[in-house]
Nanobody, 126 residues
């Protein structure tokens, strides 16, 4: 199971650190992604980190401001979000992808993630 936390209400320019906690013994085998969904919009890719932590991809809209990492010993995937903008307002979800679902490489495609956690709301005021 996956559980995202750390959301909140902040002003533009502030920082937040989200965390995704995973249960289970196979966490280190999964590529882990963060996605977000704003009201009336489709869920969109934010960032992904490979199972080893050696590969990361970011959406252009967050590149340089957000940093994804992982702690395989602690089964967590933090998402550090700096210089937040009102357009970052959304519910943020973490998700797992990997061989269990026939996926071998880190993906930006929401359809290639087989396990999703409950989201956490991030609201950025202007």
């Amino acid at each position: 199971q996956l559980q995202a936390s750390g959301g909140g209400l902040v002003q533009a320019g502030a920082s937040l650190r989200l965390s995704c906690a995973a249960s289970g013994r196979t966490f280190s085998r999964y590529h882990m992604g963060w996605f977000r969904q704003a009201p009336g919009k489709e869920r969109e890719f934010v960032a992904v980190i490979s199972w080893s932590g050696g590969i990361t991809y970011y959406a252009d809209s967050v590149k340089g401001r957000f940093t994804i990492s992982r702690d395989n010993a602690g089964n967590t995937v933090p998402l550090q979000m700096n210089s937040l903008k009102p357009e970052d307002t959304a519910v943020y979800y973490c998700a797992a992808s990997g061989p269990q679902w026939g996926i071998t490489t880190p993906s930006r495609d929401v359809g290639e993630y087989g396990q999703w956690g409950r989201g956490t709301q991030v609201t950025v005021s202007s």
